[in-house]
């Protein structure tokens, strides 16, 4: 499914901009089903992650460089299994402050993570999750612009001017919002480049999901990993189609958690 050619970057490469989209990592209850989807689906590899976090982990590669976090969801903490996008900070406890006074929660950190650096993971003012983290020795996603790699995250919430100031005021984002009557949608950009995009969907919001990020993974060709995810046992959710970034479909995989597949314009 994915050619892992591409822009592996070496240990000594520089850390993530303040702000940028630098990690994802995923919780789940099986975590060998769970390789064996993403494995089939990218043509990830895999390896032990840092002992010290709770619970056994792995980390997800591509031609030797990371790319995203599997860990094990505790049995008593009933949460979903989802998707989960980190953004870089230079100082976790400062930007965890700044969650917190501009209306988000920190439900876990900021706290040391041996081998990865300093972390913690809160949600805005609309209930989405997110993680803000500093690397040490681990600084990200160490492969991008393969298929395989995390390409765009995007969040779906109530609407967006709000829950939009409120990144932009902790990560330091600035807005282009998209002029229309009846698509509310919000770009966030960094240094002139966009990194992120808000999505207002009002009563679409799904209900038992509420306001989330899903992150876009790029892929070949997005008809062909379609089929792919329901030969493996996952879902369709909403079927490919085109648009502004590319060809695009969500999905989800054998336990719910949901992304989506893009295949970049042609």
Not at 36 to 60: D, I, K, N, T
């Amino acid at each position: 499914m994915t050619d892992a050619r591409g822009s592996a970057r070496p240990n000594g490469r520089a850390p993530h901009a303040p702000g940028t989209p630098c990690w994802v990592s995923l919780m789940v209850r099986s975590p060998a089903a769970t390789e064996e989807f993403y494995g089939a689906l990218f043509g990830w590899e895999f390896r032990p992650g840092p002992r010290q976090q709770p619970g056994p982990s792995v980390r997800a590669l591509l031609g030797g460089g990371e790319v995203a976090g599997i860990g094990l969801l505790p049995p008593d903490r009933h949460l979903p299994v989802a998707w989960t996008p980190y953004f870089a900070s230079a100082d976790v406890d400062r930007t965890a402050e700044a969650v917190r006074s501009r209306g988000g929660t920190i439900g876990v950190g900021p706290l040391d993570v041996a081998g990865t650096g300093r972390l913690a993971i809160g949600s805005d003012p609309s209930g989405a999750v997110f993680g803000v983290r500093r690397a040490s020795a681990h600084l990200g996603a160490a492969v991008t612009g393969v298929p395989g790699t995390p390409a765009w995250h995007e969040l779906t919430t109530f609407e967006s001017a709000t829950v939009a100031k409120f990144y932009e005021t902790v990560f330091g984002y600035d807005e282009e919002p998209v002029v229309s009557a009846d698509f509310d949608y919000v770009t966030l950009h960094l240094d002139g480049r966009p990194v992120a995009g808000v999505h207002g969907a009002g009563g679409a919001v799904p209900r038992d999901r509420g306001p989330h990020w899903t992150t876009y993974f790029t892929v070949t060709d997005t008809d062909d990993a379609v089929d792919h995810v329901l030969h493996l046992g996952g879902q369709v959710l909403t079927p490919a189609r085109d648009g502004v970034r590319g060809r695009t479909a969500v999905v989800a995989d054998p336990e719910g958690a949901r992304f989506a597949l893009l295949q970049g314009p042609r």
